[in-house]
């Protein structure tokens, strides 16, 4: 099993939709949890750090469930702009680990 | 923020040449800085861990004697891929963070070297 597996894409949406990810997690040792948008042969850009109390960032809301050892993300009224790929990451320790990355979710988002 | 620097952004090079991809954090010491690399349609994967004056340790899988690392000053780290071939084309893509407090450890990363081996 991997250590982060993520929902398979890609996702084709209409602008203004809703769009949930998900992703799961099996080390119940892992401390931090991110969400990265990816463009196409770009590095990654964090979107957002992910708490059990939930955060929301604008348009995007994440999610952490600790218990079921499950992230979401989840992205309001979508623009064309939020076509990317979204990676669920997560570190095992609170400092100086790397992260372990999700193989992404790619969303289109069309007019 | 913190800013990671890497170059070259893109490589093309003949099979059996080495080539040198180098990662500089630029308002930061970096002790550690991580190398991934990334297939397409893959996800990042964690190759090694390079850390200030000492060796590096390398993921399950990862040829050392390949992958080259140095990490000889807190600014400034290096992935050298040596004799390269077409099966190590690939992005790599390094990344330093600000472990702990506020920053939760959070990573920034370079920019990215798109290698292709001819």
């Known amino acids: 099993r991997k250590e982060v597996e993520q929902d398979p894409g890609p996702f084709n949406v209409p602008e203004g939709a809703t769009v949930a990810f998900n992703c799961t997690y099996s080390?119940?040792?892992?401390?931090?949890f991110f969400w990265y948008r990816q463009d196409c042969r770009k590095e990654p850009k964090l979107l957002m750090s992910v708490y059990s109390s939930g955060n929301e960032d604008g348009r995007f809301t994440a999610q952490l469930n600790r218990a079921s050892q499950y992230i979401s993300l989840l992205i309001r009224d979508s623009k064309l702009s939020d076509s990317a790929t979204y990676l669920c990451?997560?570190?095992?320790?609170?400092?100086?680990?790397?992260?372990?990355f999700g193989k992404g979710t790619t969303l289109s988002v069309s007019s | 923020g913190a800013v990671v620097s890497q170059h070259p952004s893109w490589v093309i090079c003949k099979s059996g040449t080495s080539v040198k991809i180098e990662c500089r954090s630029l308002?930061?010491?970096?002790?550690?800085m991580f190398w991934y690399r990334q297939f397409p349609k893959q996800s990042l994967m964690l190759m090694a861990t390079s850390n200030e004056g000492s060796k590096a340790t390398y993921e399950q899988g990862v040829e050392k004697d390949k992958f080259l690392i140095n990490h000889a000053s807190l600014t400034l780290s290096t992935l050298t891929v040596t004799s390269a071939h077409p099966e190590d084309s690939s992005f790599y893509i390094c990344?330093?963070?600000?472990?702990?407090?506020?920053?939760?450890?959070?990573?920034?990363f370079g920019a990215g070297t798109r290698l292709s081996v001819l």
């Open positions: 990344s330093s963070g600000l472990a702990g407090g506020r920053a939760k450890n959070i990573q920034y």
């Open positions: 080390n119940s040792a892992s401390q931090s």
């Open positions: 308002d930061f010491q970096a002790t550690t």
């Open positions: 990451a997560v570190t095992l320790w609170e400092a100086g680990t790397a992260l372990i």
